[in-house]
């Protein structure tokens, strides 16, 4: 039973930064494609960040180009989120997700097959 649990999330200062991570666990997901994606109150899923199968190739939306960083990690924690310069429109519970089936990234959330169960991100003003 392939797993995965989202860790880092918690409540900050506009400005301030946080580091999300994913953890793993039943399988190998260190050289999947994985992404980020948010959802806040009232909102859809939307993406963040997606990186591939060797860490070499990166997307981001534009709401969070030059704030955000995605990096691969290792098998127990297969990729990371850095969060800088974060603002209210920041606040959503925080998904990561893999591609088991490809070595290519993608900005779809249909296109990942496992997801975490979120960890929340709140921004203060």
């Known amino acids: 039973q392939a797993q995965l649990v989202e860790s880092g999330g918690g409540l900050v200062q506009a400005g301030g930064s946080l580091r999300l991570s994913c953890a793993a666990s039943g399988r190998t997901f260190s050289r999947y494609p994985m992404g980020w994606f948010r959802q806040a109150p009232g909102k859809e899923r939307e993406f963040v960040a997606a990186i591939n199968w060797s860490g070499d190739i990166t997307y981001y939306a534009d709401s969070v180009k030059g704030r955000f960083s995605i990096s691969r990690g290792n098998a127990k924690n297969p990729v990371h989120l850095q969060m800088n310069s974060l603002k209210p429109e920041d606040t959503a519970v925080y998904y990561c997700?893999?591609?088991?089936?490809?070595?290519?990234?993608?900005?779809?959330?249909?296109?990942?097959?496992?997801w975490g169960q979120g960890t929340r991100v709140t921004v203060s003003s």
């Open positions: 997700a893999a591609r088991t089936f490809t070595t290519r990234a993608a900005t779809a959330p249909d296109e990942y097959d496992y």
